[in-house]
């Protein structure tokens, strides 16, 4: 069933939602997270660290929401599958997953990269993303209902010295996202690709803090420093909502600028 058009003014509102958020021990999943539970929605939290997770999941209820805490790695199918099966026996079913677990372990280059480093980018940020978009769209077809937003990143689209492993993976996310929204659009599954440009968090601190990669990256960027995690909520938020009801298979870009440049 396609979703139906809205013709009422629609709002960011996510009263009743239930929603899963990977990554969401800290950077931008915690801050997406965060933002669903002030937004009316219920967040079901996974990352690896058990310890962060509910730290955040109390942050969640502190602002009146309900969290599942379901500390995982997205590169391990049974665990993914079981926090799935978890969400399903504790809510019935999900509306939301935003994927936004990921790594980007090295910044070297290309010919110095090792296989195992390689894999393990490739990994979490691609078959992670694709085993909870599979979990979670298998109890989104059965309610013919769902948004799913997958975090990407602008190095998806554009080149970045030593970054190869992430980037590709990056690219992958973007091709998984156009693909999952044509198969499943017509069953009622909206599919959108949220890709940021640098934010500030700990994956970004080492280049952040390096003088000549900090010069470099601000050179790219026209407004002229790097984001805060609560400048991506609301893209977050409306890619999630009825809000964007009309948009699958998008990549919405919050980078300052760097790839209009
Ligand atoms: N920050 C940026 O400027 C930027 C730019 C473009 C794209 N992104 C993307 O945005 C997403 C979030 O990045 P961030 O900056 O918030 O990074 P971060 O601060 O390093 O946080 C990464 C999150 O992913 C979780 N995670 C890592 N490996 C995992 C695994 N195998 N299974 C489950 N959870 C895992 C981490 O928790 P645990 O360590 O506890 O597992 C943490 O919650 C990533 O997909 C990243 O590629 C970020």
């Not at 894999?119 to 109890?139: I, K, P, W, Y």
């Not at 080149?159 to 590709?168: F, I, K, L, T």
């Not at 940021?196 to 280049?207: A, H, N, Q």
């Not at 026209?222 to 298979?249: N, Q």
Request: with cysteine; charged share 20%; net charge negative.
């Amino acid at each position: 069933m396609n979703a139906a058009p809205r013709s009422e003014p629609v709002t960011f509102d996510l009263t009743g939602r239930r929603v899963w958020v990977t990554g969401a021990s800290r950077g931008l999943g915690r801050a997406i997270a965060l933002a669903f539970a002030a937004a009316g929605a219920d967040v079901a939290l996974t990352a690896r660290s058990a310890e962060a997770v509910r730290s955040v999941a109390e942050e969640v209820e502190a602002l009146g929401a309900k969290s599942l805490q379901l500390p995982a790695s997205v590169s391990d199918a049974q665990a993914v599958a079981d926090a799935a099966a978890e969400i399903a026996t504790a809510w019935g079913g999900i509306d939301v997953l935003v994927n936004c677990a990921g790594v980007s372990p090295t910044f070297k280059r290309a010919e110095l990269v090792e296989e195992d480093e390689w894999r393990h980018v490739l990994d979490v940020n691609v078959t992670g993303s694709f085993l909870c978009a599979q979990e979670a769209g298998r109890m989104m077809l059965d309610a013919e209902n769902g948004a799913i937003v997958n975090v990407s990143s602008i190095h998806g689209q554009v080149g970045m010295e030593r970054m190869a492993a992430y980037s590709a993976s990056k690219g992958a996310v973007d091709a998984l996202t156009r693909t999952l929204a044509l198969e499943w659009a017509a069953r009622g599954i909206r599919v959108n690709t949220l890709s940021p440009g640098y934010f500030e968090t700990d994956m970004t601190e080492g280049l952040r803090g390096h003088r000549k990669w900090r010069g470099l990256l601000l050179s790219k960027i026209p407004l002229g420093r790097f984001g805060v995690p609560e400048e991506l909520v609301s893209a977050a938020l409306f890619l999630s909502s009825d809000a964007s009801g009309f948009m699958t298979g998008a990549n919405l870009v919050v980078d300052g600028g760097w790839t209009a440049a």
